[in-house]
């Protein structure tokens, strides 16, 4: 099952997602898709990892996701991906159009074809102010158009707010 469970920041999606993972049964992969570069970022980080149980598995990657997934995803294991906005992030920091398309465009085809269980974390950017930048505008315009796509493929979608899951779509979790 496709699951994506969007949030705005400290909403508790990560650790929604992290009780879907452990309720699942199966033994769960956690993508990182972080490059913790400054202090802030590492101790974010290090939360997560003390949060973490013990078995499970990692993988750090924050640019071949679609890579990933195919890779590992199987029908006795539940992959957690967590985030997608870092992941686009990372794909829009290296300022090159055609890689960004390439990989989200990987992403979606491949989302349809995975075994198993597959629990997608990312940030809802869109409930807002618009950015002023230029950057931070194709951000939340990129990252939308993504979790349109996305949730259109999902199983389930749920919004959580204030550590309170409301599913948009599918089952509640």
Known sequence: MLNLIL?????GKSRLAEQLAERS???VTYIATSEPLDAE???????????????????????ALAQVLRANASAERC?????????????????DPERLQSERTAL?????GLPGEVILVSNETGLGVVPLGELTRRYVDEA?????AIAE????????VAG????????AP
């Open 7 to 11: 949030g705005g920041a400290r909403s």
């Open 25 to 27: 049964g199966l033994p």
């Open 41 to 63: 970022m590492n101790a974010r980080v290090q939360l997560h990892r003390e949060r973490r149980p013990a078995s499970w598995g990692l993988i750090e990657e924050p640019l």
């Open 79 to 95: 992959l957690l991906v967590d985030c997608l906005t870092l992941w686009l992030t990372n794909l829009l920091m290296l300022d």
């Open 108 to 112: 979606l085809d491949c989302l349809a």
């Open 144 to 148: 939308g158009w993504l979790h349109q």
């Open 153 to 160: 493929r999902c199983q389930r979608v749920v919004l959580t």
């Open 164 to 171: 309170l899951p409301l599913t948009l779509k599918g089952t």
